[in-house]
């Protein structure tokens, strides 16, 4: 069984800066893609990033503001989230890929492992 659990979200203004965590427990990271989603009210969940290895790949709207990075030794997955926008308020959910495979997820059904989430709320 795989555990994730999320942290770092918290209020902050626009044009910030904020650093989500997710921890891993029960499974190594570094076979499979992991993911991070978010989801605002209302709204479906939605990719923002995932990483296998060193690859990368990013939603359109978060490209050159979100980076996602990965600790393979301390089983940990980060989002450095820089010059925050209104839009991007939501809970952050953390993922890990049904399957090993040599491309990178981007859809939710292809996550098979999910993290209870933390919340980002992004003030104009």
């Known amino acids: 069984q795989v555990r994730l659990v999320e942290s770092g979200g918290g209020l902050v203004q626009a044009g910030g800066s904020l650093r989500l965590s997710c921890a891993a427990s029960?499974?190594?990271?570094?076979?499979?893609?992991m993911g991070w989603f978010r989801q605002a009210p209302g709204k479906e969940r939605e990719f923002v990033a995932a990483?296998?290895?060193?690859?990368?790949n990013y939603a359109d709207s978060v490209k050159g503001r979100f980076t996602i990075s990965r600790d393979n030794a301390r089983n940990t997955m980060y989002l450095q989230m820089n010059s925050l926008k209104p839009e991007d308020t939501a809970v952050y959910y953390c993922?890990?890929?049904?399957?090993?495979?040599?491309?990178?997820?981007?859809?939710?059904?292809?996550?098979?492992?999910w993290g209870q989430g933390t919340q980002v709320t992004v003030s104009s």
């Open positions: 029960g499974q190594t990271l570094s076979s499979y893609a």
């Open positions: 990483i296998r290895w060193s690859r990368t």
């Open positions: 993922a890990r890929a049904a399957q090993v495979m040599d491309n990178i997820p981007l859809t939710k059904s292809e996550y098979n492992y």
